[in-house]
């Protein structure tokens, strides 16, 4: 009986042995499925959006956009200014649209000449000009003071235009049947008068400076047209 005793005791201790290793693995499975489940859980709960702001979110989805009203001044500006707006720009296209280009015409004889000629011959608007493809240059001027300017209208009175740029000096040519190329009746106040001098050749050209004489008469620097 004393024999068999030791043997048994140590398949004994041997069993109990294996019986706590297998325990401590299952206890060590049991333990890592719950630390997995604990980890996803807290995963899950973290990326999940609490209650509150979940139904926050879906109030803002539902909700549409409110367009953005305008004040009352603005509102009340804005036609006003619409329609200022579309009246100038009409205006500037109607303008663009009838303005013709113009030529300017200097006064030529402003100020000190102008009165002048006024005063001591009572005439004035002086002008010189090509005619007749510039075969003849015509002189004309306006009458203020009929007295003061009948020597002008004189046909007894040689009259000449002389071009000192080109060295020449015209005369009033005489024609068959018609005389002298000038106007010659008594002048009227408020009326133009004129004459012309013969440019056979050329001579004289438009932007030349040139004088007209007329007996004492004399119109100095008169700008060719």
Known sequence: MMSSNPPEAATVGIMAKKN???????????????????????????????PAQASQQTAAQQIPPQPVKASAGEAAASPSAQSANSKTSRSSTAATGKAHPTRYAPDRFAGRAGKFYELTWGVDSLNVKLVESGELVRFSYRVLDPVKARLLNDKQTEAS?????????????????????????????????????????????????????IGTFKANFLAVD
């Open 20 to 50: 706590v290793r297998r325990s401590a693995r299952n206890a060590g499975v049991v333990v890592g499925l719950l630390a997995g489940l604990v980890s996803g859980t807290s995963v899950w709960a973290a990326d999940a959006p609490l």
């Open 161 to 213: 235009l002389i071009d000192p740029q080109a060295g020449v000096r015209l005369a009033v040519p005489t024609m068959e049947k018609v005389g002298q190329l000038r106007q010659t009746a008594s002048p009227e106040a408020g009326r133009s008068y004129w004459m012309t001098f013969s440019n056979k050749g050329g001579h004289v050209v438009r932007g030349d400076r040139v004088d007209v004489v």
